[in-house]
């Protein structure tokens, strides 16, 4: 969500405006004509608190805007195999020209699919600033929901690729994770390097969506299936 051009501009016109005005009646006071001074001083002064406020609104608008801000990162709609067997479909979407939309399928064991990434967080006024937080994807794995299985019973793990790269437009690739683990003590605007992850139960015909906000990775329910399937406590294994 971008900041509408006119929040900035419009206050900014009121203050020069209401500076103009306040400067004229100042004018007047000097060649003490004092009603149409002080007159013009009010109006001018009040046009200023105005454009104030609205640039105030502003900047809090944007600012909530900029640290509530949220992206996909991926689709997984899941089938059922056999009991506690699924394939989980994974559709990343575009990142540019050089990254198309991918889809892929992978067959899970367990009761719930995790996804990884590692995740690059910035400082909230660097969010503010415009830098979002960045990822790569790492794996996709199943999950069991005992202990006993997830120590025990088959596994199955999936390497991923995708995230974020560099803008295009620059003769080089300009990448902000590594730019950011190799000289961050010269970078204050960074907050941490980390891995995240996201998991929901599997169910049949679910599908669900997964987000990167400034603060990592979210994953949400996308239909009925998955809506019911993370409602229902997670407690059976099917």
Do not use: C
Not at 92 to 100: K, N, T
Not at 115 to 135: F, H, M, S
Not at 145 to 157: D, F, P, Y
């Amino acid at each position: 969500m971008s900041m509408v051009w006119w929040w900035w501009i419009v206050p900014m016109v009121v203050a020069l405006l209401g500076l103009g005005v306040l400067l004229k009646g100042l004018a007047a006071l000097f060649r003490e004509r004092f009603f149409g001074g002080l007159l013009g001083g009010g109006v001018g002064a009040a046009l200023i608190a105005v454009a104030s406020i609205a640039g105030l609104l502003a900047l809090d608008i944007q600012t909530y805007a900029r640290l509530t801000y949220e992206r996909p990162v991926a689709t997984v709609q899941v089938r059922q195999l056999g009991p506690q067997y699924f394939e989980a479909t994974v559709i990343q979407p575009a990142r540019g020209e050089d990254m198309p939309a991918a889809t892929n399928l992978y067959p899970l064991h367990g009761d719930e699919w995790r996804i990884e990434a590692q995740v690059l967080k910035w400082k909230p006024w660097a969010n503010v600033l415009g830098l979002d937080a960045q990822y790569r994807l790492d794996r996709l794995s199943g999950r069991y929901r005992l202990i006993e299985q997830e120590l025990h019973a088959e596994r199955s793990v999936h390497p991923l690729s995708g995230g974020d790269a560099g803008p295009d437009w620059l003769p080089w690739r300009l990448d902000a994770w590594d730019t950011a683990r190799r000289y961050r003590r010269f970078i204050d605007a960074v907050d941490t390097l980390y891995g995240g992850a996201a998991y929901m139960p599997m169910v049949d015909g679910a599908r669900y969506e997964v987000w990167i906000t400034q603060s990592g990775l979210i994953a949400r329910p996308a239909n009925e299936a998955a809506r019911e399937a993370s409602a229902s406590g997670w407690t059976e294994a099917r």
